[in-house]
């Protein structure tokens, strides 16, 4: 039995619909978001996790490989795009990628995870070529590619429908697709922060799509800009709507928003979220997502310091390794840019939790002295 004091009475209704089980509707989201009872909330969401997941934390050992960062959107919220004659962008050749994938190959990466801006002039045929270099070069690793802005873009270049591309991506290699460019649904909102980007029906469309096709994703959500505690609950509440429907949904991820170097920073004096703003969201998306089998703490967006903490609040998952992450730091993220798996297993075992490496489906690694392998 659980021992809970709350000091926000508002919350008695929704704990009890936690210990009892039940799920949590789209206003006892936003009562959660209105409320700083920080604790009561965190503590609810590790009874859940625990329940889930016990002691267990997952973590991979990947790479992030951004092909490009020239992009035709100008979405205020990002500092990592460019215009194609802009200082600063670059768009690799076929064999740079490949390169690029392999460097400090020491860990034995099992994931690359590849995303990238929407370039005006590269050819839908380079990306299907990447898929399948980096297939026939790394055949163990699992490539999780392209958001579904990247997907959408690519269907109306190439006038071929988001099945159809899903389709040439996942005879080339696909593994699964990234949950990036969701940002927050709200259309008044996506028309300030995104205003390029496709909007939630197509978001939802492609990721619908892909698990129709098998493909597993990963969902996301970017706070702490204009969104309100509505456009929030109102967010997870579609994505846990298609979780219903599809069961694609690997893992959920809140992203804060950093500020630096994007044009929605120079709006008003934007700070970065704080520790405090970061563990809510993580707590109440464990809350919210009761059809979500994973929550991530991505220690590149919250520290190190406070996924470690996360990881008390409802978060069972660390992401990776990442080696080399441009979209944050670009954004004025000070955190790494690569850990090592043994600083992550150091943090994990640290907080008294058993760390699991995984691969990106979420099975078992067994790694020997010599070799890396899958638990299928
Ligand atoms: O969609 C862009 C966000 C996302 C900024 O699927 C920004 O496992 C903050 O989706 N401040 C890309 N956020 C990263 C992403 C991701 C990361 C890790 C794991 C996974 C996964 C996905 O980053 C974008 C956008 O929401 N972003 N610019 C910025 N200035």
């Not at 050749?93 to 860990?107: D, I, K, Q, V, Y």
């Not at 802005?149 to 269907?155: K, L, P, Q």
């Not at 205003?195 to 129709?212: E, Y």
Request: hydrophobic share 40%.
């Amino acid at each position: 039995m659980l021992n809970l004091r709350l000091e926000d009475a508002n919350l008695q209704p929704i704990a009890n619909k936690v210990l009892a089980g039940e799920r949590l509707d789209l206003d006892d989201g936003v009562a959660l978001y209105n409320s700083n009872d920080l604790l009561a909330i965190g503590y609810l969401a590790h009874h859940v996790r625990e329940k889930l997941h016990g002691k267990r934390t997952y973590f991979n050992v990947n790479r992030h490989i951004n092909p490009t960062n020239v992009c035709v959107a100008s979405c205020k919220l990002c500092a990592f795009g460019r215009k194609p004659d802009a200082p600063g962008a670059y768009t690799m050749a076929l064999e740079e990628a490949f390169r690029t994938a392999g460097e400090n190959w020491t860990e034995a990466v099992t994931e690359f995870h590849i995303v990238g801006g929407l370039h005006p002039d590269l050819p839908f045929q380079y990306y299907v070529d990447l898929l399948r270099g980096l297939k026939e070069r790394f055949p163990s690793v699992h490539l999780k590619a392209f958001t579904a802005v990247e997907i959408a873009y690519y269907a109306h270049i190439t006038r071929m429908t988001v099945k159809e591309i899903l389709e040439r991506f996942k005879e080339a290699g696909l593994g699964s697709l990234p949950g990036g460019g969701a940002e927050i649904f709200a259309p008044v909102v996506r028309r300030v922060i995104c205003d390029h980007k496709i909007g939630a029906h197509m978001w939802l469309k492609v990721h619908r799509t892909a698990h129709q096709l098998g493909l597993h994703s990963t969902a996301t959500m970017l706070y702490g800009h204009i969104e309100s505690s509505e456009d929030r609950a109102d967010h997870l509440v579609q994505l846990r709507k298609l979780q219903d429907e599809t069961n694609g949904f690997q893992t959920f991820i809140p992203l804060a928003f950093h500020p630096a170097n994007t044009e929605l920073g120079k709006l008003v004096e934007w700070d970065e979220t704080s520790g405090f703003m970061d563990l809510k969201n993580i707590a109440i998306s464990r809350l919210m997502l009761d059809n979500f089998p994973h929550i991530k703490a991505y220690w590149i967006m919250m520290s190190p310091r406070v996924a470690q903490i996360a990881l008390r609040f409802g978060a069972d998952d660390l992401d990776g390794t990442v080696a080399e992450e441009k979209i944050y730091h670009d954004a004025g993220a000070k955190t790494p840019q690569v850990m090592t798996r043994q600083q992550i297993v150091r943090l994990i075992k640290e907080a008294g939790f058993e760390p699991f490496e995984r691969d990106t489906l979420y099975r078992p690694v067994v790694r020997t002295e010599t070799s890396v392998s899958v638990q299928v």
